[in-house]
């Protein structure tokens, strides 16, 4: 694990229940976020919110090698211990320990977004290509049981042919970018807070997009074309730092000066095969958190935050599919089209938690694959198309909304490439139980 923080102890957390699995070395910046994972890993001194969670109780692993220092992650990358680096570094680090990883040899995943810029992206793409190793970027929302079930039910064809998709990323974070008291250091959100130049693109794209562009095929029978993007002002953050911390503080000037720092993103993508995208992005505003995944074709639709299902059955037509089914047809369309993973390993993915499951059942995802010799779910040119889109929108918005083409990473690739299929395991296989078989 390179990047010990949150991210960091709670993968370590759930790498305790795949028996197969080492973890060999932690490197940080802070020895104390390395010593917490260490305690808590070893079972040395557990944290109370880890030993409640009652599926912990007796798993521990080894004590890892430790490796201190800004530049300290070469130094893992070049010890031999490892086949896999998770990357849970802010993003502005990204780049650098993905490329050092993948020249030692070694598979690399990390945390959203990859890399916001079209050039490092490229470079990423052909240097996973040149050494032979996956580079996938853990977008977890794509293992949400809402999101699975719109995969699953747009993969079924019974939505028909799927020509319009809606994402994004609302969540109130002014709770997040500020400190909880002034004086107190400013965390890695803050970092473009109080900055001269105006950051007004999307610069957290992924949450939403990557489900939806799952279940639209982007890269694997379409990919995007070009993209147009407008911002509003984003005035959120000052009534917020005025009233928390009072008008005259150093953190309310901090908002003041931020104004124009993304307020709500709109941006509308095109594919190649001629459908459209809605992507949105809002962190600065009071509004309940929603991604907004919606799918749109021609016999039906799918949405989540709430859920909500409609689609002709069968050849008749004059089913009503102009409302959304009940919540007893609901619960029969999650029963035939939900996701396998959440049926086999749902309950213990909730015990582990972890945005309530859906980091357990990507961990256990790419850990299988890996095992089984099988391809990623998200590649790495799914990781560069997605994360690019935080360049590209700030590119658009800067030119008076100008449309902006999106590069093609596979090159051509998508025309050919296979449509991504049900995404299951065998989850025996890897040291755990299915639950499915004791239905």
């Known amino acids: 694990i390179v990047g010990c923080g949150g991210r960091g102890i709670a993968f370590a957390m759930r790498a305790l229940h795949f028996p197969f699995v080492e973890l060999t070395a932690l490197c940080d910046i802070k020895q104390g976020q390395i010593d917490r994972i260490q305690l808590n890993v070893t079972g040395e001194k557990r944290e109370e919110e880890y030993e409640k969670i009652g599926c912990l109780k007796g798993k521990h692993k080894p004590r890892a090698k430790e490796f201190l220092g800004p530049e300290a992650y070469k130094e893992l990358c070049e010890s031999g211990l490892c086949d896999v680096i998770y ?261 213990l993915a909730k015990e582990c938690g972890g945005h309530m499951g859906i980091d357990f059942l990507m961990d256990m995802r790419w850990i299988y694959c890996l095992h089984e010799g099988l391809p990623l779910d998200i590649d790495v040119y799914d990781s560069a198309t997605w994360s690019c889109l935080a360049g590209l929108t700030q590119r658009s918005v800067d030119n008076r909304c100008a449309a902006v083409d999106i590069p093609d990473f596979t090159r051509g690739g998508w025309k050919t490439a296979k449509p991504l299929g049900v995404i299951d395991c065998d989850v025996e296989r890897i040291g755990l139980k299915d639950e499915s078989k004791a239905v």
């Open 87 to 347: 990357n849970t570094t802010p993003i502005n680090v990204h780049l650098p320990v993905c490329r050092h990883a993948l020249n030692c040899g070694l598979h690399c995943m990390v945390e959203v977004e990859m890399t916001p810029e079209v050039e490092d992206n490229w470079e990423l793409v052909e240097l996973a290509e040149k050494t032979r190793r996956h580079l996938m970027m853990l977008e977890n929302c794509c293992y949400s049981e809402g999101e699975l079930l719109m995969f699953g039910l747009a993969k079924s064809g019974v939505l028909g042919e799927i020509e319009h998709g809606e994402a994004g990323y609302i969540h109130d974070c002014r709770e997040l970018h500020f400190p909880k008291e002034a004086g107190a250091e400013l965390e890695w959100r803050a970092m473009n807070l109080g900055k001269k130049t105006k950051l007004q693109g999307n610069p957290y794209p992924t949450h939403g997009l990557g489900p939806v562009a799952q279940a639209m095929d982007i890269n694997h029978g379409d990919a995007f074309d070009y993209l147009v993007s407008m911002s509003a002002r984003g005035t959120g953050w000052i009534p917020f730092a005025e009233a928390k911390f009072g008008r005259d503080s150093e953190l309310a000037r901090l908002a003041r000066e931020s104004s124009g720092y993304t307020g709500m993103n709109t941006t509308l993508i095109r594919t190649k095969r001629e459908k459209t995208i809605m992507l949105q992005y809002q962190t600065s505003m009071p509004r309940p958190y929603s991604r907004m995944n919606l799918i749109s074709g021609t016999h039906g639709m799918a949405a989540t935050y709430p859920t909500r299902v409609a689609f002709l059955e069968g050849d008749d037509l004059k089913n009503e599919a102009w409302k959304y089914f009940d919540e007893k047809k609901l619960e029969e369309v999650k029963a035939k089209y939900g996701s396998p993973l959440w049926k086999r390993c749902g309950k």
